[in-house]
């Protein structure tokens, strides 16, 4: 049975394409056949993270028009066999998103995919809405910030009344939560919340923990989501958020400051 | 927790770090914003509502000086009414 997965997190900037690009990725190297879709009608961007910028063709509310099919419009990732991107639409604005236009949309995709993940758009307004409208489980993007914790608990309300699943009295989503930007240093010095504070604040079962890292704008810069980053601390800990999706046990990694050698510390680098 | 480690903070003279400050911070302002996701229960402003129409029958009283707060403390739950008399009310 196939499964919607939303990306969200109500503030901007928090990781969410980021994410939606890694974790996706991350579900078709593990055999899944993944769509990931942009709902970010106007301010497309999910395309330039995956690196298929120059192949869109057709986009989101093309397919909704009944302008293109969705055979059309989904783009192959040219890295992962079974993983397709459907963009937004750069030039239309959010009102061509309708409950039974994305409904359509997702039932199709349904009939072939394996997980279909929502990327959302930053805010509450109807791009938000209709990523997370027919969601099985969310991900929820927190940093350890004040406005991004704030802005968190206001999107699980969100979740908890306004997707089908709530509206129809189904059995409630799916809520996960994903700690993005961490950096264990300022933590221990008591300059950012901790992992056991936001959770404690939230009250969201965690699913990872990514750490504060250059390798995300690297990444971004050549348009290879960051889990493709082999050996580095993001793209295990992302691979260990799929895993722990997965259903299977992984200890939380990159919690601590790292230790650093006598030589670094003899030399201050 | 909280008043041991501001003990500790006074008297090695430093300020609360930041951190503590967010935290504590968020958690007054989520408590208020959210209520029915910290899983208090949705009574909450029916309850309101009644005891401010209870309290008006033997005082004037401003409808913003009624506050009804639940907080969780470990094991219990703390249900607290903080109801501010207008000044110069004379009994009956």
Do not use: W
């Not at chain 1, 004040?146 to 989503?173: F, H, T, W």
């Not at chain 1, 939560?177 to 240093?185: A, C, E, H």
């Not at chain 2, 008043?3 to 989520?30: C, F, H, M, T």
């Amino acid at each position: 049975m196939a499964k919607v997965v939303v990306i969200t997190s109500g503030k901007g900037g928090v990781g969410k394409t980021t994410t939606s690009a890694s974790f996706a990725s991350g579900l078709a190297m593990r055999g899944y056949k993944t769509a990931v879709l942009d709902f970010d009608v106007g301010l497309r961007n999910l395309d330039l993270i995956m690196g298929c910028e120059r192949r869109v063709v057709y986009d989101f509310v093309n397919v909704l028009t009944g302008e293109a099919t969705l055979t059309q419009a989904l783009i192959k990732d040219k890295r992962l066999d079974n993983l397709y991107v459907l963009p937004a639409s750069q030039t239309r604005d959010k009102d061509a998103l309708t409950k039974e236009g994305v409904e359509r949309v997702i039932n199709e995709l349904k009939e072939t995919f394996d997980y279909i993940v929502c990327d959302s758009p930053a805010g509450i307004e109807k791009g938000a809405l209709m990523a997370l409208y027919l969601a099985d489980e969310a991900i929820v993007v927190t940093n350890p910030e004040v406005s991004s914790v704030r802005d968190s608990d206001r999107i699980l309300g969100i979740l908890q009344a306004k997707s089908k699943r709530a509206e129809e009295g189904l059995e409630p989503m799916g809520e996960h939560l994903l700690i993005t930007r961490y950096s264990p240093k300022r933590v221990t010095l008591g300059e950012m919340l901790s992992v056991e504070d936001v959770q404690e604040i939230l009250r969201v079962p965690l699913i990872g923990v990514i750490p504060e890292s250059e390798q995300v704008l690297q990444a971004s810069n050549s348009g290879s989501p960051v889990i493709h980053a082999d050996s580095t601390d993001v793209a295990e800990a992302y691979r260990d958020v799929v895993a722990r999706f997965l259903g299977e046990e992984r200890p939380m990694r990159f919690l601590q400051p790292e230790k650093r050698g006598i030589l670094q510390r003899l030399f201050g680098t | 927790m909280a008043l041991i480690n501001s003990l500790i903070d006074y008297l090695r003279g430093s300020k609360p770090k930041s951190a503590s400050v967010a935290k504590e911070r968020l958690q007054l302002i989520l408590a208020h914003e959210n209520p029915g996701r910290r899983g208090a229960p949705d009574y909450l402003p029916a309850l309101r509502q009644e005891l401010l129409a209870v309290i008006a029958k033997y005082v004037p009283i401003d409808p913003e000086q009624v506050k009804v707060h639940l907080d969780r403390q470990g094991d219990y739950d703390l249900l607290e009414l903080n109801i501010v008399l207008p000044e110069g009310v004379e009994q009956r």
